[in-house]
């Protein structure tokens, strides 16, 4: 009948006297999936290393367009080096089958692909994409500026600059950097700045007003991140 539900049938076995009986037996028929189609959760963005905030969700129909369940399908993270909280999964009542993806350590716009098959239905594969961003910012290096030299009480030719990353080495953005200048060094031109799109947080030094080499210094830092902070001379 197109559009008819699963159907449900009882058989009953009985024995006079004993406890127990009669016994019930109920079996469920369904028709086979024809078709497959995606859900949900394609296009999302995760943190680098996390589990996506949700799971990929296909469905399973068949030819009169009714959801099936008890289906198992299967999952492969194809690229960006995810994973996948299974090789497989069932469908529900709803007929809906779902995974979640943990995302790679690779920060990237639409870099993470999964696919979910079942043979022989109409639209398979169904194929999942996701973006990574950076996770917490865990480190601080230098990126450029140590080691200049001008004269007395004037501004460096160049910024001094700090990279931050994250602890799998994406650059992270929108991290505040402290600066300070040491004693009798001069002054930097802001007391701190946020790093930007590619992890750079930078600002100007003036030198103090004593003249020697390697007698100036300065520092940028992160609390809590490795490698603050970053001194330079």
């Known amino acids: 009948v197109p559009g008819a539900m699963p159907r449900s049938g009882t058989v ?6 004993l406890a127990g009986s009669p016994v019930t037996f109920v079996a469920t028929a369904v028709n086979p999936p024809t078709q497959m189609a995606l859900v949900s959760g394609d296009g999302q963005t995760g943190i680098a290393g996390q589990p996506l905030p949700a799971p990929l969700v296909v469905i399973l129909r068949d030819a009169s367009n009714v959801p099936v ?12 080096g995810g994973s996948l909280s299974g090789g497989t999964s069932t469908t529900d009542a709803a007929g809906h089958a ?15 692909t999964v696919t979910c098959t079942s043979s022989g239905l109409a639209g398979s594969p169904v194929t999942f ?12 290096a230098k990126s ?4 200049q030299t001008a004269a007395v009480g004037t501004l460096l030719p160049q910024p001094i600059a700090v990279v931050v990353k994250d602890t799998y080495g994406n650059v992270k953005s929108g991290v505040t950097v ?10 930097t031109t802001v007391a701190s ?8 947080a930078s600002t100007g030094w003036t030198i103090g007003t004593t003249a020697g080499t390697g007698n100036q210094s300065a520092t940028g830092s992160v609390a809590g991140l490795t490698g603050s902070p970053v001194q330079f001379t």
Do not use: F, K, R, Y
């Not at 369940?69 to 960006?80: F, K």
């Not at 450029?144 to 080691?147: K, Q, T, V």
């Not at 700045?193 to 750079?200: H, K, L, M």
């Open 12 to 17: 009953t076995a009985t024995v006079p006297g």
């Open 69 to 80: 369940p008890g289906i198992t399908v299967s999952w492969l993270a194809e690229d960006g």
């Open 98 to 112: 779902a995974i979640t993806l943990t995302v790679g350590t690779v920060v990237g716009s639409n870099n993470q």
């Open 129 to 140: 994409t996701a973006s990574v961003v950076a996770a917490a910012a865990s480190q601080i």
């Open 144 to 147: 450029s500026g140590d080691a």
């Open 178 to 187: 402290n600066w300070a200048a040491g004693g009798g060094s001069g002054s």
């Open 193 to 200: 700045s946020v790093t930007d799109a590619a992890g750079i």
